[in-house]
């Protein structure tokens, strides 16, 4: 079945770097690729996704870069805030709706 | 405000008591999930449902029920609990069409 990974697991940076996580997945009929960020205490929320249509989305400081043919997206996050400090998911899809797959997680810490 | 709320939040009970975790969404959504989440091992799905009275297993059924008997709720039942359920539970739903899952808060369970 299909498989995600995710890394790195743990990912520190300095306040102001950029960030990037990358994860890859097995099943090539996937087309729609999540990112959801949980912060310590709340449920994971919709941070940006991706379509297999597209190539690269881009929302403020973060965004997703997806390729096909080497079945890996990644996320990055530009000019890193104490806020981004967070766990973040990956997950992949072969329809937009209903059944991700996730990849294991990367908690992101942001030094001061 | 649209949500997913999950009840109790927190929850220590004894291995064999009975007990059912709320999840009520009021956003109309067809599908709900319900997720463990362990340290180190991501968000793994145990149960879905697509609508009404159509429920299926995900990846680690073993000592769970669930019912959608309404649109809006989709209790977690763990008729004999035993300490391995031990674990962060997050309940999700998303509408038809749509990539996005929405969380709830999570409910915390300590198994004796």
């Known amino acids: 079945g299909e498989n995600v990974e995710q890394h790195p697991s743990t990912l520190s940076v300095q306040e102001g770097d950029s960030a990037v996580i990358k994860c890859t997945y097995s099943d090539s009929a996937s087309n729609y690729f999540p990112w959801y960020k949980q912060e310590l205490g709340k449920g994971p929320q919709l941070i940006i996704d991706i379509r297999s249509n597209v190539g690269e989305k881009k929302d403020q400081r973060i965004a997703v870069t997806l390729n096909k043919t080497a079945k890996h997206f990644s996320l990055h996050i530009t000019e890193t805030q104490p806020e981004d400090s967070a766990v973040y998911f990956c997950a992949a899809s072969t329809d937009s709706n209903y059944q991700l797959i996730w990849g294991a997680g990367t908690k992101l810490i942001i030094k001061p | 405000e649209a949500q997913v709320t999950q009840n109790p939040r927190y929850l220590i009970t004894v291995t064999g008591k009975k007990l059912t975790v709320t999840c009520s969404q009021n956003m109309n959504h067809e599908y709900m999930s319900w997720y463990r989440q362990d340290p180190g091992l991501g968000l793994r799905q145990i149960y879905y449902?697509?609508?009404?009275?159509?429920?299926d297993k995900g990846d680690v059924p073993e000592g769970y029920k669930v019912s959608r008997k309404e649109k809006r709720n989709f209790p977690l039942i763990l008729e004999s609990p035993s300490p391995n359920q031990t674990s962060l539970y997050f309940c999700a739903s998303s509408a038809r069409g749509e990539g996005t899952q929405y969380f709830g808060p999570g409910t915390r369970l300590l198994v004796l």
């Open positions: 449902s697509m609508n009404v009275e159509v429920t």
